[in-house]
């Protein structure tokens, strides 16, 4: 029976619920077609609620989920009337309780179940430091291993609200190394004995997760929203975001056009804005992140800088903005300090660089006309509240098992 399959998005090919991250025929994303065909909520705190639309059989229970609210004073400013802002962060006034600060917490608890119930024993991925700290949480919380690679600038990102447990197993990488060097790591690790890759954006609880968001939005307001701001780096939140809307159009209740997504990247690293401005389903390096490393070092939001994103895949992110009519922005340091400084100041909460940049983009498209004042608008802020949650908790460093020198060491030196 089960409560769903996974469908290729390419050739149709179904597959059942097991954990599969490809097609057999070709390289497009899989999706989850769900039987539940209505979204109907369940009696939990958390993500657990969206319970129809998560490729897992048992309930999820933790109190980590997305929540949305009207904006008031931000949106004021902005002269805006249907201002939503998508919160994934510590807010506990706001009922907002992801202690990991970010939406990557609202994949990895679902990954973690899909794997468990898939009889996965541990689980390897790569992290530019959000998602790390996410799936070593749930880890700390579940006792599943995960072994998880992250550059020398993710490595601060790794503390936890709890002590850290021997179930997770930190692998920094030295210095010269980016983001993209530890997805090479993390896929060598994978093919290890007993070890199973995450797989990212491949991965439907990832998507169907992080797509929460949009469930939550459109449960909120009643229906689903115009637009939707996000800042992305690998993209799969502006993929899930239009996976869920696609589900909420088929449900019917919540309206029947795709909110138009918006997205956002910070220079001077911005492939997948340079690529989808010039029109192209392909990301060239050449042209659009030309010295790529170096771009990568001067960006303000450090998580934004996938060098090998799901964008031209079948089901990617060049899908996701033709079918929505989308829209890419490049957002400048100054731009999102800005932006940052003033969407604090007038909501009372603290928000992480990637959403800094997220709200920079809507100032730009307001300012440029691409919302109208009255647009119902999701601000996706999806990682904040990190200097509300250390008023009330005292924070663990997580400490590494292992350094690697680059994504081609041996893995006996390793010693993991
Ligand atoms: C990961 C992350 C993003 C970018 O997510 P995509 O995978 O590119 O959709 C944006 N904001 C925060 C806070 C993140 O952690
Ligand atoms: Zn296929």
Same mark, same amino acid.
């Given at each position: 029976m089960g409560r769903f399959i996974l469908k290729c998005l390419k050739c149709g090919k179904e597959y059942g619920q097991q954990y599969r991250l490809t097609c057999?025929?070709?390289?497009s994303l899989l999706r989850a077609i769900y039987f539940e065909e209505k979204l109907e909520l369940r009696n939990q705190p958390g993500i657990g609620k969206f319970h129809s639309w998560l490729p897992i059989e048992k309930e999820l229970d933790t109190e980590a989920g997305p929540i949305t609210y009207k904006s008031e004073a931000f949106a004021r400013e902005l002269g805006l009337s249907n201002l939503y802002i998508g919160f994934s962060g510590y807010w506990p006034e706001r009922g907002a309780f992801i202690k990991t600060c970010s939406f990557k917490e609202l994949e990895a608890h679902p990954i973690m179940q899909f794997l468990l119930e898939n009889g996965a024993k541990a689980i390897?991925?790569?992290?530019?430091?959000n998602t790390g700290r996410a799936s070593a949480h749930v880890s700390a919380l579940t006792g599943t291993d995960v072994y998880i690679v992250v550059p020398d600038s993710g490595i601060e990102k790794l503390w936890l609200p709890e002590e850290p447990t021997e179930s997770i197993h930190l692998i920094s990488m030295g210095p010269g190394n980016?983001?993209?060097d530890a997805i090479n790591l993390a896929g060598r690790i994978a093919k290890l004995p007993g070890m199973v890759p995450e797989g990212g954006a491949r991965n439907v609880a990832r998507r169907d997760g992080m797509?929460?968001?949009?469930?939550?939005?459109? =449960? +909120?307001?009643g229906r689903m929203p115009d637009h939707y701001f996000q800042a992305v780096g690998s993209g799969t939140g502006g993929i899930s975001a239009w996976e869920a809307s696609l589900r909420l159009r088929a449900d019917g209740r919540f309206g029947s056009k795709l909110p138009k997504l918006q997205l956002a990247q910070n220079l001077p690293f911005v492939p997948m804005y340079n690529a989808w401005k010039a029109g192209r389903r392909e990301i060239i390096p050449e042209i659009d992140m030309k010295?790529?490393?170096?771009?990568?070092?001067?960006?303000?939001a450090s998580v934004l800088t996938n060098r090998t994103p799901p964008y031209? =895949? +079948?089901?990617?992110l060049y899908d996701a903005l033709v079918d929505t009519n989308g829209i890419m922005y490049a957002i400048t340091r100054e731009e999102a300090l800005e932006a940052k400084?003033?969407?604090e100041s007038r909501e009372g909460i603290d928000i992480l660089p990637p959403s800094a940049v997220a709200t920079a983009a809507l100032l730009k498209a307001v300012e440029a006309g691409n919302v109208g004042k009255d647009d119902?608008?999701?601000l996706n802020l999806a990682g904040g509240g990190y200097k509300r949650l250390k008023k009330d908790i005292k924070l663990h460093q997580i400490q590494p098992v292992a350094t690697a020198r680059n994504p081609d060491i041996p893995l006996e030196e390793l010693n993991i």
């Open positions: 057999e025929n070709d390289d390897v991925l790569a992290s530019a430091g980016d983001y993209t797509g929460t968001v949009m469930l939550d939005a459109a =449960v +909120t307001i010295d790529a490393k170096k771009q990568v070092e001067e960006t303000y031209g =895949v +079948t089901g990617g400084a003033l969407f119902i608008i999701l």
